[in-house]
């Protein structure tokens, strides 16, 4: 060969095999140093969580075990054909013949000849099973297989039953047994097993035959490369039994369909009539001789009459039958109709004896309290008004934002509102940033030994009153190892096993300065010795060669478990069907405390593809199995599965020693059901609360969230609670409807036992006093001439939540005032008002302002008609007037400013920033409203306030330098 190409000429033998070593030698350096990463990473992955890691790996590898047999093995040992090598083969040849088809012998392509030698044939289906393997991975059907194994039951044996329903339900029978009795019980199987499984004989039929035939039709014989005539018989005999083939497939498929209806049966008899006249047609071209002799358009059409004919009818029937269904669609539409409502209200376990959706009346009254009862009503509901939630998420997030400080290596990640003793918080958890101050050459050293935990992991503040609390009264463990988003997505951590000077942040020592908890415990993470650190980072070897490495990896608590357990739905969307606006956002986890550990609280929920379910039409099959502890401090996850469901039930028994129960007596009050999981299924409750297929045909009874609603977590006593709870809530109004009343809301309740409880209170169509919509609530709040005058004193505030509540008898929305216009626009955000809103929609409307939720409410009572007005109390004098304001002025809400009177003021420039009025008690809410919104706007800054009079008018100013030119920004209350 080297003498063929001249290399003889140039290099001598010896040299030849020398250089082919050595080119060999680097190839197989360069493949190794191209996947060391994944070998090591792979190694230590089974170091550090054993069986944990390799279980998820297992099941997928024995789904792939089962599917890649079905798909690639070939069993006729007679012939034994391979596409692959009879291509391989022939493109070698021709290769070898530069290009020159005409010298590459007959025998190489004509395809019919091709056989693979028996040990050969043998060994490559062998090698396509276990590449097949790799390539076909599937998690849930090795999981189910390993699970009958431990006696889990999906009820294979009664699969068959699939193929009787398109005949079993038909027009005018109104009985959802066909759905209760066979599709319901077949759950698993359809999930979890029949769809791989039918996927991969599709796929055989693709490959195997389909491919094959083809390239055996459609590839000359020796002897018609010899000479001889094409012969057309026997390949369009083949051609007709591939059509019969596809045809016999998409009627299995048939039944497997996500909707079967009145035509589906037709379907079935069309397909399987066309493909036994396909068949029949196969058999006389090949068997009998009758075939085609030559192509020719009047021999063809004359032999596929019969077929034209069958799907003439079959359509026909359809037709007829779509017409029939149009003009009497309860009788030929409602029991497919009925099917469909049962399996989906299945799917998103809206009929659970506990989780369900339990329909509670719902009446909207106005109940008038006298006025010399308002202070003990208001004061036997002060359990429920004090719970109010009158701090949203942006207003939290303002006010926690300047906590964070100078600290250029910690921000914001999430904010999740949480409880503790009955009280709302909102949690600010931290994630770790490089400072941009970080030199590029600093930057591995930084990244990996000195950033490796968010000291200070929480901060909190009071949902209610908007205080930020000490977190060390909740969480006293508070040291991020584990978190979510920045440095712990983004790399690992590590340090020399025995440091005697940590580089930690704070010289902390993650190997002994352990919480109390964890003495003698497990820390996270996994110790690399050397030789495999060099190999894990090149620079251990440089700068730590004989020391023992403590790696901390998969930081990110969510990639940490789509790792151990791929099974769940950590990203909301990313795998299955279309849900909200939040699609491809992460599920939400909160943190939660047993007094000395802190975890993040991860819900499991599973999603299962139902394409193969009769009458899901594709909606998945949802629950939520249970929740995970994982440990801030050192990552290790506790499992509780609480589901009742044939998925929890698989899961319980192959992960049978890592799971439990039972829910931890601190954690009780702790839980809260996922925001997701409870937005999808009341979207699956807002079509399928309808249970009678004419209403539902019908179309008019269809619910819809009210547009930019978003769950509210809340603390709530609705009707038959005996005392307020944590639940979450969503408003619900008419789908279509042109006015924008709610017909109800519902609620998810998230204490244990009752997690995952669904109210819905139903408001009756007759029902003489409608429940103002969220939208309807805004536009009464606007209306009001009370907070028309707010607003422009607090110069355009802007308005949070709006949120419904039921308190005693009444319905009213409890919506907080901010003095800031939108969050982050100001230094400090502060509540300046609250207004409850009564939720009737009338002619009248009712609107309180206060203070706080007992005097907004108490003031709503006071709108409510047939209530008597309260009596004026005796009016301050204007010496008293005046000391309020200047006690104002030396609160704590004002940072106890300092109140001077110049004698002149000469600024270059001034602005009147507003007026008002004090001259009566019932005035002073404004003007105080006005006041502190104009120290939060222009005296964040300043420590003392300059005070003026004219005649009876009081004036407060402040001066500013800006640019050098002397500003006068000041306000003015008229006294008298």
Not at 32 to 41: K, L, S
Not at 232 to 246: D, G, H, M, N
Not at 699 to 725: M, R, S, W
Not at 839 to 846: H, K, S
Request: glycine share 6%; hydrophobic share 45%; net charge neutral.
């Amino acid at each position: 060969m080297s003498e063929r190409y001249g290399l003889s000429r140039w290099i001598s033998k010896r040299a030849q095999q020398r250089l082919i070593r050595i080119i060999t030698g680097l190839a197989i350096v360069l493949v190794a140093w191209t996947v060391q990463d994944e070998v090591v990473w792979f190694a230590l992955n089974i170091m550090e969580f054993g069986e944990l890691y390799i279980r998820p790996i297992y099941f997928s590898l024995l789904g792939g075990l089962i599917l890649a047999p079905i798909v690639l093995f070939r069993v006729d040992f007679k012939h034994r054909r391979s596409v692959t090598w009879w291509a391989v083969r022939l493109a070698l040849r021709a290769i070898r013949e530069r290009g020159a088809m005409e010298a590459v012998p007959a025998h190489y392509i004509d395809f019919k000849v091709f056989q693979m030698p028996k040990f050969k044939f043998a060994a490559w289906q062998a090698t396509k099973v276990v590449i097949g393997m790799l390539m076909l991975r599937n998690l849930f059907l090795g999981m189910a297989v390993a699970g009958m194994t431990q006696g889990w039951n999906p009820n294979l044996g009664r699969i068959w039953e699939i193929f009787t329903l398109p005949f079993v339900v038909s027009p005018g029978s109104l009985d959802s047994a066909a759905a209760q009795m066979t599709v319901i019980p077949l759950l698993p199987a359809l999930t979890l097993v029949v769809r791989p499984v039918l996927w991969a004989v599709g796929a055989r039929l693709i490959i195997l035959v389909g491919v094959t035939e083809i390239i055996r039709v459609a590839t000359p014989s020796v002897r018609e490369l010899g000479g001889e005539r094409l012969q057309f018989r026997w390949r369009v005999s083949t051609i007709e039994a591939l059509i019969a083939i596809a045809l016999f497939w998409s009627m299995v498929n048939v039944f497997f369909s996500a909707y079967i209806d009145y035509n589906t049966k037709y379907a079935v008899g069309g397909l399987g009539a066309t493909g036994v006249a396909f068949t029949l047609l196969a058999y006389m071209d090949r068997a009998k001789g009758r075939g085609l002799r030559v192509i020719a358009p009047r021999p063809i059409l004359t032999r596929f009459l019969a077929i034209i004919i069958i799907l003439l009818v079959v359509s026909s029937i359809m037709a007829v039958n779509h017409s029939i269904a149009d003009a009497r669609k309860v009788e030929w539409r409602g029991p497919y109709t009925l099917q469909q409502i049962t399996v989906n209200r299945e799917l998103a376990e809206l009929a659970h004896p506990q989780r369900g959706v339990r329909e509670i009346p719902y009446n909207v009254s106005i109940v008038t309290v006298a006025s010399d009862q308002m202070d003990a009503y208001v004061s036997e509901h002060r359990n429920l008004l004090s719970k109010i939630r009158l701090w949203d998420r942006d207003a939290a997030f303002a006010k926690l934002k300047p906590e964070i400080g100078p600290i250029p290596y910690l921000d914001y990640e999430d904010s999740d509102i949480i409880r503790f003793h009955g009280n709302l918080y909102w949690s600010a958890s931290m994630k770790l940033v490089l400072p941009p101050t970080v030199l590029p050459e600093d930057r591995w050293y930084n990244e990996h030994l000195v950033y490796t935990h968010a000291p200070i992991g929480f901060l909190l503040l009071d949902g209610h009153e908007g205080v930020i609390v000490d977190t060390s009264q909740f969480f006293k463990q508070r040291k991020i190892y584990y978190g979510e988003g920045g440095l712990f997505k983004e790399v690992w951590a590590a340090y020399p096993l025995e440091r005697s000077k940590s580089d930690e942040l704070g010289g902390h020592f993650y190997d002994r300065d352990k919480p109390s908890a964890y003495v003698g415990g497990k820390l996270g993470g996994l110790s690399v010795p050397p030789p495999l650190s060099w190999f894990f980072d090149f620079i251990f070897f440089l700068s730590y060669r004989d020391k023992t490495i403590h790696v901390l990896r998969y930081r990110d608590v969510y990639d940490r478990m789509s790792l151990l357990f791929p099974y769940f739905v950590y990203e909301w969307g990313a795998r299955r069907v279309v849900l909200y606006e939040w699609m491809g956002k992460r599920v939400d986890m909160l943190p939660v405390t047993d007094g000395e550990r802190t975890y993040y609280l991860m819900p499991l929920i599973v999603s299962l593809d139902t394409g193969k379910v009769p009458w899901s039409v594709r909606n998945p099959f949802m629950r939520l199995v249970g929740y995970a502890l994982i440990d801030i401090y050192t990552g290790s996850i506790r499992l509780i599965v609480l589901g009742d469901d044939f998925f929890s039930d698989l899961f319980r028994r192959t992960y049978s020693e890592h799971v439990t129960a039972e829910v931890p007596e601190w954690l009780e009050k702790q839980l809260r059901y996922p925001k997701e999981l409870f937005e999808w299924r009341v979207d699956m409750y807002n079509t399928y609360h309808v249970t009678d297929p004419r209403t539902f045909i019908e179309a008019k009874e269809f619910l819809a969230v009210p547009e930019g609603l978003d769950t509210y977590y809340i603390i709530a006593q609705p009707p038959n609670f005996e005392e307020p709870e944590f639940v979450g809530l969503l408003s619900l109004e008419r789908r279509g409807a042109i006015t924008k009343n709610l017909v109800g809301y519902i609620l998810v309740r998230n204490d244990w036992p009752y997690l995952g409880e669904m109210h819905y209170y139903r408001v009756a169509e007759d029902a003489p006093i409608k429940l103002l919509g969220p939208s309807g609530a805004i536009e009464t709040l606007e209306k009001d001439p009370d907070f028309r005058v707010l607003r422009t004193l607090l110069r355009d505030p802007r308005v949070g939540d709006n949120i419904l509540y039921r308190v005693g008898d009444h319905d009213v929305y409890f919506i907080p005032i901010y003095t800031a216009p939108a969050a982050g626009e100001a230094v400090i955000t502060a509540l300046g008002k609250v207004a409850c809103v009564g939720a009737y929609f009338t002619a009248e409307y009712y609107v309180g302002l206060g203070d706080s939720s007992e005097e907004a409410f108490k003031a709503f009572l006071a709108k409510l008609p047939g209530a008597e007005q309260p009596v004026v109390v005796e009016e301050k004098t204007l010496e008293e007037r005046i000391g309020d304001i200047l006690d104002l002025f030396k609160s704590n809400e004002v940072k106890n400013m300092t109140v001077v009177k110049p004698e002149a003021i000469s600024p270059d420039v001034t602005f009147h920033e507003g007026e008002t009025s004090y001259l009566s008690s019932d005035q002073w809410s404004l003007t105080r409203g006005m006041i502190l919104s104009f120290i939060q706007q222009w005296g964040w800054d300043a420590n003392k306030v300059l005070m003026w009079v004219e005649d009876s008018t009081v004036n407060f100013g402040i001066l500013i330098s800006e640019g050098g030119v002397v500003e006068l920004h000041y306000i003015s209350v008229h006294l008298a």
